[in-house]
């Protein structure tokens, strides 16, 4: 049904995206200033022990200062004039921990200082809570508890969140969305009835019902997620992890018994020598930099206004294959307009004005205004006095709205068939013309709406319905991409047709109810695929909370912000396609940098295992012709630290995104990471090679 | 006391000193009596960090 009231977005006229204010950049010095001081707490082994790959590294660093410190130490037979080796080795593998803690700590820092922004929206205010007996009393803002009512008014700062229980007024929420245009909340209605804590009222009173104890509500779980405070491992991170220790532990059982080996051939490499070997080998650029990519999603996607509840949300949108979008507001405009009255059963245009006015006069929906303005540009006046007559919300269930005048006259407009059915109830006669209006308007992709005055129909208000510009193409990505389109709408199925046809989407579901979206995510999820849907209502959240990604408007309701697991503060539902994006980014970036990682090894294995064995006929691998034994571990073990910062700014900000199907992109990501991952090291330790000699570090 | 006795950075530290103990003699033939005892505990440090990465293995949510 087109009028349905969960499209409406009481939002007043919005300003550029450059206006909003929400996440502001915190400033680079003090990020970078914190992320330095955090990076060196980070070295508490009770800290490093989460991440198996730097832990072994740690472990290392100490072993190699302890034999900087004392030479001796394990070898009687070694000279004093190792410390200085032992120095370089162990200082490079301290700068190696220092790096990855960085580039961890940078990406925690940003979510921090969002964290921090909006806590100074958090500042303590004076409640006026009405109690039992309607009397009013002055609180703190911290002992408001859920259930308790309370009434703000223009200039006060919204206590705590809240549904909306009598009034209508403007809220400034720029606070948490950086929309600087104020939004209308109002009683009763599904999308405009909740308010956030920390807001301010602009105009008029509200009365309140607060639906959050202090320390839970919306800002607050904002905190908590941003700052990482909830923050655990996603699967694919966990897979990862699993990975990268059994590398780890591959390498460590293979160098732990090398110098028995090497024992065997009277060359008995140092200790330092091996843990270097080590180092080389076990994946660190990744183990590094793995957290660094998870916090860094979720930062991308706070930087589109989205509050994910966890890094598992952002990384199921990289594996969704299935979004089900609503036509309205994703998909299409979602203010259609009435751009035409077409009568039926000889009435003029004029009559049908009439009784599309009387219809809508209670209609504040957007649709519902465009009809009265319409009407009144065609010189139609109001058919009854509308303080004596009431109007009829519209409902899913009976797809229609109107008004019932003071002697009992029903105004109804809604759904072709919906009025038919009214139509036929009250004794009157459908005309044949209605069907052709009615197919008229469906084949040019708008929605037709049928109006009657009793029993007598009057004709159809063509909605003209305009699909978003770009929408095609973001589709036709999202394909190549082999994520699939489900288009849900109460249009009728021709409209819903041609709408599907000119947008691109793969599927489409016409007349949907919301029990139809729980059900086509539960289909999809049967066939094993993971399911991405947006969402406002009170009706959505069952389907929002069935849903793999459910992305819940910050306009709607408290039962769907609770039930999604991302919530869009500019509520704009066409964000999803963005997410996925960002979610598809993640999990790409995060197979680039591994890849790389592992294909790291083929030069640092070249330039360290010649040096640990020299004199004993393995100079034929020296095929980087490094200067010394030494110069080629200090130069792989430089080139191993060094990669990690080099590679900040990519897992940061991701690898650049391309709308590729997986096949491809694995073929791409070997080819560019595989291949960059081989030959980088080769120049790199050779370029650092040269740089020592010319130094004369060693 | 017990969920303190069952803690692994109770028991770590003195599994580690005992190997060491144990271990120690091994490479007293080689090694004077210091780097026989640092030799020993590099072991079992070793197999300490390579039973860690075991525990990685079999449960990477908990790290």
Known sequence: ?698 | MMTRLLHIRFWLPLLIVAGTLVLAPLFRSAQPPLQSYALALLLCCTAAISVYLFAVIAQPEKF
């Open chain 1, 1 to 698: 049904m087109p009028t349905s009231t969960r499209v409406l977005f009481p939002r007043m006229p919005r300003g550029p995206r450059q206006e909003r204010r929400y996440l502001e950049r915190p400033r680079q010095q003090g990020l970078l200033q914190r992320a330095i001081v955090e990076a060196f707490r980070k070295l508490d082994p009770r800290l490093a022990v989460a991440n198996p790959v730097m832990f072994v590294v740690w472990c290392g660093t100490v072993l190699c200062l302890a034999l900087t410190i004392e030479p001796r130490l394990l070898d009687a037979a070694a000279g004093a004039r190792e410390r200085g080796f032992n120095a370089l080795i162990s200082l490079t593998l301290l700068a190696t921990l220092l790096f990855a803690n960085f580039a961890e700590a940078l990406a925690e820092g940003r979510g921090k200082a969002q964290a921090d922004a909006l806590r100074r929206t958090q500042a303590r205010t004076q409640a006026r809570r009405q109690l039992p007996d309607g009397s009013i009393e002055l609180v703190d803002s911290s002992a408001l508890r859920r259930g308790d009512v309370v009434l703000v008014q223009g200039g006060d700062v919204i206590p705590a969140d809240g549904e909306v229980i009598a009034g209508v007024a403007s809220v400034d929420e720029s606070a948490i969305t950086g929309e600087s245009a104020p939004v209308l909340k109002e009683a009763g209605s599904d999308v405009a009835g909740s308010v956030t804590g920390g807001t301010r009222i602009l105009s008029d009173q509200l009365t309140l019902r607060i639906s959050a104890d202090p320390g839970k509500g919306f800002i607050d779980r904002m905190i908590a997620l941003v700052e990482g405070a909830e923050r655990s491992k996603t699967p694919n991170e966990i897979a990862l992890t699993v990975l990268l220790a059994v590398l780890t532990q591959v390498f460590l059982i293979a160098v732990a018994t090398l110098s028995p080996v090497a024992g065997f051939l009277q060359k008995p490499p140092s200790v330092v020598t091996l843990v270097a070997l080590l180092v080389a080998l076990i994946p660190t650029t990744i183990g590094g930099l793995l957290s660094a990519i998870g916090i860094a999603g979720m930062d991308r996607v706070a930087q589109f206004n989205v509050i994910a509840t966890s890094g598992r949300a952002v990384e199921a949108c990289g594996d969704v294959n299935t979004l089900v979008l609503d036509k309205t507001g994703t998909i299409t405009l979602g203010n259609r307009l009435a751009e035409e009255f077409l009568p039926v059963g000889g009435y003029s245009s004029a009559e049908l004005a009439v009784v599309a006015y009387g219809a809508s006069c209670f209609d504040q929906t957007p649709e519902g205004r465009s009809i009265v303005r319409l009407a009144e540009k065609l010189g139609a006046a109001l058919p009854f006095e509308p303080a004596s007559a009431s109007g009829i919300d519209f409902s899913a269930r009976t797809r229609m709205s109107g008004s019932d005048s003071a002697d009992g006259i029903e105004f109804r407009k809604g759904a072709v068939d919906a009025i038919k059915g009214f139509v036929r109830s009250r004794g009157g006669v459908v005309p044949d013309q209605l069907d052709q209006c009615f197919e008229q308007v469906s084949r040019l992709g708008g929605t037709p709406l049928a109006v009657c005055r009793g029993a007598e129909l009057y004709g159809v208000i063509y909605l003209k319905d305009i699909i978003k510009p770009g929408i095609r193409e973001r589709f036709d990505q999202l394909r190549r991409m082999g994520i699939r389109t489900v288009m849900l709408t109460g249009d009728n199925p021709i409209t819903a047709g041609v709408i599907a046809r000119e947008a691109g989407v793969d599927d489409f579901i016409a007349e949907a109810t919301p029990e139809d979206k729980i059900a086509v995510i539960q289909q999809e999820q049967k066939l094993g695929k993971l399911v991405a849907m947006t969402g406002d209502g009170s009706n959505d959240a069952p389907a929002l909370a069935q849903a793999n990604v459910g992305v819940a408007m910050n306009s709607g309701t408290q039962a769907a912000k609770e039930a999604a697991n991302m919530v869009d503060l500019d509520s704009d539902p066409t964000k999803l396609i963005d997410i996925v994006t960002i979610g598809k980014q993640l999990l790409i970036t995060r197979g680039a940098l591994t890849t790389f990682s592992i294909a790291n090894d083929i030069a640092k294995y070249f330039a360290i295992l010649p040096a640990l064995f020299a004199g004993v006929g393995l100079q034929a691998l020296n095929v980087m012709r490094l200067a010394s034994p030494q110069s080629a571990i200090l130069s792989a073990m430089v080139f191993n630290a060094l990669i990690i910062p080099a590679l900040v700014p990519l897992a940061l900000k991701g690898v650049k995104f391309r709308p590729l199907s997986a096949e491809q992109l694995l073929r791409r990501n070997l080819l560019v990471y595989g291949a960059g991952g081989v030959v980088a090291p080769f120049i790199g330790i050779k370029l650092i090679d040269l740089a020592i000699g010319a130094l004369r570090l060693i």
